[in-house]
């Protein structure tokens, strides 16, 4: 081992000779052209001479003592395998200089340039010995991939003991590659698990012939089929109308990259009747069983289902990617499931002690409504309820008016700082018109009871509430003062509505239908029609709906500036500050899709400190997937968001891009 440390500082010393004799032979040729520099050259060689006896005693003693460190506490045989070691082996200095290479370091990076990597990595560990502030030897463990090879980096650095400042790091280059190669054919060869399912199944066949069937099961059967087999899968049709789907990790990219063609070719089934069938999927690779992973690809399912069907979604890591979704929703609801929530929803209430009614943040027509029409039920079942709103936004300035003049809402109608006091163990909350956890009206509700139900309308996101235990979401309906009005037509209890809040309910549904022009089916002509029974006085609910002047010209002055992109989308912008802004973007927004070819419209404005987006479409285009991109969401011809940290200018370029980012989906 001696003899080896001392090769080593031999090696520094030859090293110094021969940059001397560079030096020596520049200042010969430096005095020859100029005899008056003979003198200084001489005292500048001597002086380099006694610097470099300096510098290289100082460097030999340093090295000498960190290799007698080594050799302190490890045998003979330890110390000649240090030297000769299987894995490559250098020594650097702090500042990236190279002390000692071992001749297996140097016959495995022989035909690469290894000094860019070593100078990558020195810079790497001198971050981070900047960062750490105890003494004393560090572990260093790093990955690098060099020439077609990966190497794990493992050694130590340590301060000199001449100088606290200085360091000395020893590492070892492990070849990794066949490891990393069999972790990545673990990881490959791990399972996904997914679930196929025809949407509306029993209504689409009821519409055909007998006679084609049998046609139809079979080319929905073949397409499915021949999409799974392109990932070697084993697919298992455990119903009519559900299929279990198992494929290998590594082909998970491919489905990404396919986008989920099937989604189209199964729309393309030609039948004679016109009838046209779509398919929900969801895939999940969460968990480490393949049970795990099947009951989190039904709960993707639930999210599918929850926003439409006719789309997909891969659950990874927690995080859900979204794909198709862009056709119109086609109403598939039934009264059966109704009127069994109907009862449970009573059940729940008859079993609480209080009742607690909550809808989102800056409450519009359809949560107003549909929280009245939860309240009188309460009050029908004798509980004490409250509803936690906060009647203060623009938008509701006509029928505060109106509700203002009714003594029995003054107590009724709290914010969340008196709900949260009131709340005890026995407390049912009632959640309106959304699911997202983060945009109800108070979310500290959410955590504090225990017992809640949803009814909602949306299309379900990611931030849905997890603890519910009873929810009816249907997309379906056109609001969720549609759904409240059907709940309460199946209850036990006869519900008799006052005015007030029938009218409440029918404002509702003509905010979210834009008088009975969007998303309408049946369903909710029969709504209207039951609440216009309980005494609905249309012009006064109209007079709800009017403008003053001055919004008027706002929103005139909006539409008047509005810019076309991809020949039919209107985009504009409203850039005064004021707190009706997402009222008066709504607003212009609708005003926009009265424009002859326009299909879309999207308004801009700034609200406090966010940027807000407000969304509609004829249905031809899907605002909600593009402004689910943004972080909003909603519906096919609804939908809006809200931005943080962008300029409104920021925010419409942001939108234009993921605008041509929809396109490009639909055309890839």
């Not at 199944?201 to 799974?228: G, V």
């Not at 800056?362 to 009188?376: E, F, K, Q, T, W």
């Not at 509702?508 to 239908?513: A, E, L, N, S, V």
Request: charged share 30%.
């Amino acid at each position: 081992m001696q003899n080896n440390n001392r090769k080593v500082l031999d090696t520094i010393v030859s090293k110094t000779k021969i940059y001397l004799a560079i030096i020596f032979v520049l200042l010969v040729f430096i005095c020859i052209e100029n005899n008056y520099l003979i003198i200084p050259s001489i005292l500048v060689f001597v002086f380099i001479t006694l610097y470099s006896y300096y510098t290289n005693n100082k460097r030999k003693s340093e090295l000498s003592e960190t290799l007698q460190e080594l050799t302190l506490t490890v045998d003979s045989a330890a110390k000649t395998s240090l030297i000769n070691s299987p894995f490559p082996l250098i020594i650097l200095e702090a500042n990236g200089n190279t002390v000692w290479r071992s001749s297996k370091f140097s016959s495995e990076f022989a035909n690469i340039d290894i000094n860019n990597y070593i100078e990558e990595l020195s810079n790497e560990i001198k971050d981070e010995i900047s960062k750490k502030t105890k003494s004393g030897n560090q572990d260093i463990l790093k990955q690098m991939e060099i020439g077609s090879k990966t190497y794990k980096i493992v050694g130590k650095y340590a301060k000199t003991k001449k100088n606290k400042k200085d360091y000395m790091v020893i590492l070892y280059f492990i070849d990794d590659t066949e490891n990393i190669k069999l972790q990545k054919e673990y990881k490959d060869s791990k399972s996904c698990v997914a679930i196929i399912m025809v949407d509306n199944y029993e209504e689409t066949m009821q519409r055909l012939e007998s006679e084609d069937k049998p046609q139809a099961i079979a080319e929905i059967d073949k397409y499915i089929y021949e999409w799974t087999n392109e990932t070697n899968g084993v697919l298992i049709k455990t119903e009519k109308d559900k299929y279990i789907y198992l494929f290998e990790q590594r082909y998970l990219e491919k489905v990404k990259e396919d986008k989920f063609s099937i989604l189209d070719k199964i729309k393309e089934i030609d039948m004679k009747e016109n009838v046209q069938f779509t398919l929900s999927i969801a895939i999940s690779n969460n968990g480490s069983t393949d049970k795990e992973k099947y009951k989190s690809a039904q709960e993707a399912m639930d999210i599918v289902l929850g926003r439409g069907g006719d789309q997909a979604v891969i659950r990874e890591n927690d995080i859900y990617k979204f794909f198709g979704g862009r056709a119109e929703e086609v109403e598939k609801r039934t009264k059966v499931k109704a009127r069994v929530v109907a009862q449970a929803l009573e059940n729940l209430i008859k079993e609480s002690k209080k009742v607690m009614i909550m809808g989102h943040k800056n409450p519009d027509m359809d949560s107003v409504g549909a929280s009245l029409g939860i309240y009188r039920l309460a009050k029908i079942l004798e509980k004490n309820a409250y509803i936690v709103m906060d009647t203060n936004t623009p938008n509701l300035d006509a029928f505060r008016d109106s509700i203002e003049k009714d003594e029995e809402y003054e107590d009724v109608i709290i914010n969340k700082e008196v709900a949260l006091e009131n709340i005890d163990e026995g407390t049912l909350l009632v959640v309106v018109d959304t699911h997202k956890l983060s945009y109800v009206e108070a979310p500290e509700l959410i955590e504090k009871i225990d017992e809640i139900v949803i009814i909602d309308h949306h299309r379900r996101s990611e931030d849905f509430i997890e603890k519910a235990t009873l929810t009816f979401q249907e997309v379906y309906a056109s609001s969720a003062s549609e759904l409240v009005t059907e709940l309460l037509q199946y209850v036990k209890e006869e519900v008799a509505l006052k005015t007030i809040e029938a009218e409440s309910l029918y404002a509702g549904i003509m905010m979210d239908t834009k008088n009975f022009t969007f998303k309408t089916g049946v369903r909710t002509f029969e709504a209207a029609a039951y609440l216009r029974k309980c005494g609905v006085d249309i012009i006064r609910v109209k007079k709800w709906f009017q403008s003053d002047l001055q919004s008027f010209n706002k929103i005139a002055e909006i539409v008047g500036k509005a810019e076309i992109i991809n020949d039919t989308i209107a985009i504009s912008t409203y850039e005064e500050p004021a707190k009706d802004v997402n009222v008066v973007c709504a607003k212009a927004a609708d005003e926009l899709l009265t424009i002859s070819n326009i299909t879309a419209s999207f308004v801009i404005g700034q609200l406090d400190n966010k940027v807000c987006i407000s969304g509609r479409s004829i249905g031809d285009i899907n605002v909600q997937i593009i402004l689910e991109k943004l972080g909003g969401g909603g519906h096919i011809t609804l939908a809006g968001a809200q931005i943080e940290g962008m300029s409104i200018e920021q925010a419409k370029q942001e939108l234009i891009s993921k605008i041509n980012e929809y396109f490009s989906e639909i055309e890839g």
